[in-house]
């Protein structure tokens, strides 16, 4: 018995062991899966951050950061007390980041004790100085510099290449150990203060792989809609116009946005479409274009009516089929650029305002309660956040002219901002160039009335970043979407809750396979319907959850650890059923 004892003992012992030295390798890991959004639940509070002390600062304090790493970018994020704009003086600021690139502060650039930088990135001025030999000046494409957002905020991320040659002949990180520095010029802080140093070592644990994205639609009900700027009338250069077509084409949108179009003939627009992608009807595709000619919305489906009222915005509203039970509002937009913030005040006002209105009867427009809509285009937030602000939260600036603003979806809660993630990479933005003296970032956006329909899937499409596999598998040349534009498509695939019966459908019947599954678990219904899918661990921990309307589901789970599992399926009734699943 006494043997038993300290042989049970031994292997909780054991057991416990491993499980700390696992949550320890966790703990300690400092590389991380990050994704450039502007979203920062992916900053776990485990990574090596630095906290400054509070100071009495005229302008911008310094207050934290944090940094990781994967094998090819070194992440930062930043954290201040006050609002500003990265890359512009909108608000008064002149940040500087310092990297001492080799861990040895007497070769670069001696900025402050114990730092010797090599690489100083000034965000206002959009350059950085390479301080090896010879010392040079060079771009953020240089130095693959992706911030985010491109909005104002306390708050930014910025990933920087590992492996790049800024100038073409030196590498930027030529030690495992770096140093880095915060300054803000202005007002004279500094994070860390002058005495302290603050050292990152890059981890080289291999980081989850990204799934990429699939870009076939997973259900034929649901609604592709896709936002596209063309590079000024890039749908009738002859040089492009191929590139277009083959993106396009795989695409297989139900309505498309195109901005950027001012001197292309909408109906030439529709002949293309009707040549790429035929119907089989007699109408084939429905078009319309905003008075100015730079948006050009098309669609499969009738167009019931589209107001001019806006400026640099397009709502449509679409006659979806009988089975979906509604019709559907698209604004397309193209929003004044650049420093041009008043004047995108003023747009987002009037939509949002155009939108109030259509919740009431009479005035300009009256939509049907809980009547679908969906905002999207190149939007060109580029300054004040509150832009971004007022069109998710209905938050009109301008009220003497616009009105009191007001939460607008049906159940007056805020729209939803769909975030569409590139289908290959960890990053979101949506334009680059680098000719440009700015960095990527996320221009074109997809926003949607999320009380009344559902984003099953979104993506942006850059083949730039796609291997050679994915490329060829969708028949791609590596610069497709360079070729077209400067702008990738943005694309998200709806439901919506109001088709015919769906709120009805029950559980009659649900195929599970295979079990044991190794790679991928697929789940079939006999009817259309909405689901959720919740799959738990044994310890009743919650692993994944996919919901939307589907009549099947393929669920990704090559990533989750070998071992038994529990499925849940509910109905919109909430009937529910339980399945075991063995992942090999």
């Known amino acids: 018995m006494v043997l038993i004892s300290i042989l049970l003992f031994m292997r909780l012992f054991y057991i416990k062991s491993i499980i700390l030295f696992f949550i320890h390798s966790i703990l300690v890991a400092q590389s991380a899966p990050i994704t450039i959004d502007g979203v920062y639940d992916d900053w776990n509070p485990s990574l090596v951050t630095f906290t400054d002390i509070t100071e009495s600062i005229s302008g911008i304090d310094l207050l934290k950061m944090q940094v990781s790493n994967d094998e090819n970018f070194l992440f930062i994020r930043i954290t201040t007390d006050t609002e500003f704009d990265l890359t512009s003086d909108l608000i008064a600021q002149q940040l500087m980041l310092y990297i001492d690139t080799d861990n040895n502060p007497a070769t670069g650039y001696q900025i402050q004790n114990g730092y010797g930088s090599e690489l100083g990135i000034n965000f206002q001025d ?79 644990t291999p980081v989850t792989p990204l799934v990429p994205t699939d870009f076939n639609k997973e259900n034929e009900n649901f609604i592709r809609i896709v936002a596209y700027n063309t590079l000024f009338n890039g749908l009738i250069d002859p040089n492009r116009v191929a590139h277009f077509e083959k993106i396009v084409t795989l695409l297989n949108p139900d309505i498309i946005g195109f901005s950027e179009c001012g001197d292309t003939n909408p109906y030439d627009v529709k002949a293309l ?165 700015y960095p990527p970032g996320r221009l074109d956006y997809i926003l949607f009335s999320d009380s009344v329909m559902h984003a099953e899937k979104s993506f942006t499409i850059q083949t730039e970043v796609m291997p050679t596999d994915r490329l060829q598998l969708y028949g791609f040349s590596q610069y497709e979407t360079s070729s077209a534009s400067d702008h990738f498509p943005v694309i998200t695939d709806f439901s919506i809750n109001a088709a015919v019966g769906i709120s009805e459908v029950e559980i009659k019947k649900s195929l599970i396979y295979p079990n044991p599954a190794k790679e991928k678990l697929f789940v079939r219904f006999e009817s259309l319907g909405f689901y959720s899918i919740s799959l738990y661990d044994s310890y009743g921990s919650l692993v994944l959850r996919k919901e939307g309307l589907f009549q099947s589901k393929e669920i990704e789970i090559s990533s989750i650890s070998s071992g038994f599992y529990f499925l849940s399926i509910t109905d919109a009734k909430g009937n529910q059923e339980w399945h075991k699943i063995l992942k090999r």
């Open 126 to 204: 959009r350059f950085a100085h390479y301080n090896v030999s010879p010392n040079s000046e060079v771009s953020f494409s240089d130095i693959q510099m992706r911030p985010a957002p491109t909005v104002s905020s306390n708050e930014f991320e910025i990933a920087i290449g590992r492996n790049v040659l800024p100038d073409g002949i030196n590498p930027l990180f030529t030690s495992s150990t770096i140093r880095i520095l915060f300054k803000e010029l202005n007002d004279s802080d500094s994070m860390p203060n002058n005495g302290e140093v603050f050292y990152y070592t890059f981890d080289e």
């Open 273 to 437: 479409l009707d040549d790429w992608i035929p119907l089989g009807n007699s109408d084939g595709w429905y078009v319309v274009n905003d008075y100015s000619g730079d948006l050009i919305t098309l669609s499969r489906w009738p167009i019931l009516q589209y107001w001019q009222s806006l400026y640099r915005q397009l709502p449509v509203l679409i006659d979806l089929p009988v089975n979906y039970n509604t019709d559907l509002l698209i604004t397309n937009s193209h929003l004044r650029c650049c420093s041009a913030n008043y004047e995108r005040q003023e747009q987002v006002d009037d939509y949002v305002a155009f939108m109030l209105d259509a919740r009431t009867q009479g005035g300009e427009i009256s939509l049907p309660e809980n009547t679908p809509f969906v905002y999207v285009g190149d939007l060109n937030l580029v300054g004040y956040a509150q832009q971004l602000t007022t069109l998710i939260t209905g938050d009109i600036q301008n009220t003497n002219t616009y009105g009191q603003g007001a939460s607008y979806d049906w159940d007056d809660s805020d729209i939803t901002d769909q975030i569409c993630r590139q289908s290959d990479k960890r990053m979101t933005y949506t334009w680059r160039s680098d000719g440009s003296s």
